[in-house]
């Protein structure tokens, strides 16, 4: 039996209490390779991709890491993307307007405030998608802004230079590297039209790598998310670990 260390680095895909722990993506893998391999995961988490580096050095000094899967976070990529910020201390347009200065971003990042988007489906009092909070919420329309001054197209390029320290490190670490993400989301209108175009790039930069598109509304006939539009459901597990297996199948896993 062949043992296998795998970490995984991303968000709430990997500790999600909405569906049972044997759906999640990766026991899938675990339950796939069951009769050849024995897997142990290591799980860490991010809340900016500058820090990604020092959790694989974290995981890394627990355990040995055979395998990475690392998973770009949509809300962490998404709440940079807006033109206005809110802080404790002030209110401000995002910095990135003036300045490629990414460390003040990440800095100031770490002081926002709940996102006014989740103030507003709390208030809603309901998981559902109305006209309203797709199109009219003050989220949609701050993403918006930030795309028409193309606050996305820096982050864009800032991620691929991030990716780039990731894959580094891996290299040195003798650690393979798979890179999936963003999942997809649908609860507010402009959220879709900035993943894809993460997506696109991604698959444009990564050509060298081990890439993993994950953006697809729909796997076999079935939505990937629940009805919040922000939270992968069964099939959106069950996309995502045929797509690692796949993956794993074909880099001698």
């Given at each position: 039996m062949k043992e296998i260390n795998v970490g995984i680095i991303g968000g709430c895909l990997a500790t999600t209490n909405d569906i049972k722990r044997s759906e999640l993506f990766y026991?899938?893998?675990?339950?796939?390779?069951?009769n050849t391999h024995t897997i142990y995961y290591s799980l860490g988490s991010y809340n900016d991709i500058s820090k990604v580096s020092d959790e694989v050095k974290r995981l890394k000094e627990k355990k040995a890491i055979d395998y990475l899967i690392f998973q770009i976070?949509?809300?962490?990529?998404?709440?940079?993307?807006?033109?206005?910020?809110?802080?404790?201390?002030?209110?401000?347009?995002?910095?990135?307007?003036?300045?490629k200065n990414f460390k003040m971003i990440e800095q100031l990042e770490a002081t926002l405030t709940k996102p006014i988007h989740e103030r507003i489906v709390e208030k809603m009092q309901n998981r559902t998608n109305s006209s309203i909070k797709i199109h009219l919420s003050f989220y949609n329309i701050n993403l918006f802004l930030g795309y028409i001054f193309r606050i996305n197209i820096l982050m864009e390029?800032?991620?691929?230079?991030?990716?780039?320290?990731?894959?580094?490190?891996?290299?040195?670490?003798?650690?393979?590297?798979?890179?999936?993400?963003?999942?997809?989301?649908t609860s507010h209108k402009m959220e879709p039209v900035?993943?894809?175009?993460?997506?696109?790039?991604?698959?444009?930069?990564?050509?060298?790598?081990?890439?993993?598109?994950?953006?697809?509304?729909?796997?076999?006939?079935?939505?990937?998310?629940?009805?919040?539009?922000?939270?992968?459901?069964?099939n959106g597990h069950k996309m995502l670990a045929n797509k690692l297996i796949q993956v794993l199948e074909a880099n001698d896993f």
């Open positions: 026991n899938k893998i675990k339950n796939h390779f069951a976070r949509p809300y962490v990529y998404l709440k940079n993307c807006r033109f206005y910020l809110k802080t404790p201390i002030r209110n401000m347009i995002n910095p990135l307007l003036f300045s390029e800032y991620y691929i230079n991030q990716i780039k320290f990731i894959k580094e490190l891996c290299i040195e670490e003798n650690i393979k590297l798979i890179i999936h993400g963003p999942v997809t989301r900035l993943l894809d175009s993460l997506t696109l790039k991604l698959q444009n930069n990564l050509k060298d790598s081990i890439y993993i598109s994950t953006n697809e509304l729909r796997y076999k006939n079935n939505d990937v998310l629940f009805s919040d539009g922000e939270h992968v459901n069964v």
